[in-house]
T-cell receptor, first 112, second 110 residues
Framework: DGGITQSPKYLFRKEGQNVTLSCEQNLNHDAMYWYRQDPGQGLRLIYYSQIVNDFQKGDIAEGYSVSREKKESFPLTVTSAQKNPTAFYLC???????????FGPGTRLTVL | GQQVMQIPQYQHVQEGEDFTTYCNSSTTLSNIQWYKQRPGGHPVFLIQ?????EVKKQKRLTFQFGEAKKNSSLHITATQTTDVGTYFCAVTSGTYKYIFGTGTRLKVLA
């Protein structure tokens, strides 16, 4: 967990604005993930990336975009097309050896 | 798509009481993982079960994988206030995708 940083911790945006959430890892893991969590809900997969320069849509990709130009970084952009973006966003990596996920501290996005 | 049902959604217990959460799938699972998320925090990996009928223990926590590999349980003996949080099960879908249960939120009353 200490090897994944997400910034900022809290983010406020006005309706109609795009915003980019940062995720950086130093765990040397190939696969990275973005999840969305709503109050009292489980985790829903937005996008994941198995390797640099490659990524796939998850279950709720509409209104989001990602890039994976570096192994360490997997930024998520929440576009104005996302109708209900207020949520807790969690970035994660996958340890290939143990098949387990490590999560960052999360970014709480509020749309005003 | 594959779904994982987790029950109960909420559980309030008195400190010292036991607690159990269950995860159920309609399909046979290759493995199942359990995570804990403290209030305001992020999920932290607890354990992975792979074998049919497998039982693993971590202090007061007992994890079990069903014989048919379609269900799993997490049991906490004599809960403490430090056990407060939401417990999630997760299963892998293919090599890279994970599907999380909806979680069980545990509150422990001192």
């Amino acid at each position: 967990d200490g090897g994944i940083t997400q910034s900022p911790k809290y983010l406020f945006r006005k309706e109609g604005q795009n915003v980019t959430l940062s995720c950086e890892q130093n765990l040397n893991h190939d696969a990275m993930y973005w999840y969305r969590q709503d109050p009292g809900q489980g985790l829903r997969l937005i996008y994941y990336s198995q390797i640099v320069n490659d990524f796939q849509k998850g279950d709720i990709a509409e209104g989001y975009s990602v890039s994976r130009e570096k192994k360490e970084s997997f930024p998520l952009t929440v576009t104005s097309a996302q109708k209900n973006p207020t949520a807790f966003y969690l970035c994660a990596t996958r340890d290939r050896g143990t098949d387990t996920q490590y999560f960052g501290p999360g970014t709480r996005l509020t749309v005003l | 798509g594959q779904q994982v049902m987790q029950i109960p959604q909420y559980q309030h217990v008195q400190e010292g009481e036991d607690f159990t959460t269950y995860c159920n799938s309609s399909t046979t699972l290759s493995n199942i993982q359990w995570y804990k998320q403290r209030p305001g925090g992020h999920p932290v990996f607890l354990i992975q079960l792979v074998k049919s009928g497998e039982v693993k223990k971590q202090k007061r926590l007992t994890f079990q994988f069903g014989e048919a590999k379609k269900n799993s349980s997490l049991h906490i003996t004599a809960t403490q206030t430090t056990d407060v949080g939401t417990y999630f099960c997760a299963v892998t879908s293919g090599t890279y995708k994970y599907i999380f249960g909806t979680g069980t939120r545990l509150k422990v009353l001192a």
